[in-house]
């Protein structure tokens, strides 16, 4: 316990030295490492919607299943999401499975994920700029066994890495203003809607709203849409 003290005390307090997203994560990926957790998700949560997609800051989830979990849209059936979107506390990973229905997608998303190397974890539950939803969500190969001491200083970590991380999103200077369309779509990607559903709200093509939100990335010189929204709301362009 005391080597996990000091190595997550350690991270927390350099964390604001980080200026480099990528960096913040590899090296927040590194300290998890070190106490059993091979794997890691940062996002926020849609208020809306089951796309979380476009509001993913960090995803530290195996490639294979990141991909899968994607393509199966497991999110809007997942107990880990549901938990996630609905509890202020951490909670352990075992807790949301045992207490949601075992329908056969469920069974089959918890079979999946240990597959994967998945087999429990544990969510911290936050707040992110402007008020929305998100969740720094730990992934162990193995069943936990963690008590309070680990789990209270693994969250500290974890807000240390998410406050960072919005941070460095957020600190980018001059943002450039954006088109009635553009503020538009944007609102509507911070509320959890999909490239599809925007479209279908607004009237307009779906490659439509994806060039509209490709050229918003190209303006505002950020690499996601969640990047673009943090942006936005910091400098006042849309409203949380």
Known sequence: ?????NELLEFAERSHQYSNLEV???????VIDAQGFGSFIMTGLPSTGNDVEPLVIA????VAWSDRYREQAYFADDPISKWSMTRTRPFQ??????????????????????????????????RSIGGWQAVVSLASEYPLDIGPGGEALLHMASLYFHMRATEILSARSQVPLLSARQREILSWIAAGKSSWEISEILSIAQDTVSNHVKAIR???NVNTAV??????LKSGQIQP
């Not at 995803?59 to 195996?62: A, D, K, T, V």
């Not at 949601?100 to 469920?106: A, D, L």
């Not at 990047?227 to 936005?232: C, G, I, S, T, Y």
């Open 227 to 232: 990047q673009a929204v943090v942006l936005a």
């Open 59 to 62: 995803n530290g989830w195996p």
């Open 1 to 5: 316990m005391l080597k996990m003290r």
């Open 24 to 30: 913040l994560v590899d090296e927040f990926a590194q």
């Open 218 to 220: 190209e303006r505002m």
């Open 93 to 126: 990973w075992r807790d949301a499975w045992r207490m949601h229905m075992q329908t056969e997608r469920v069974k089959q998303i918890n079979g999946e994920a240990k597959e994967h190397g998945m087999a429990d974890g544990i969510a911290y539950p936050m």
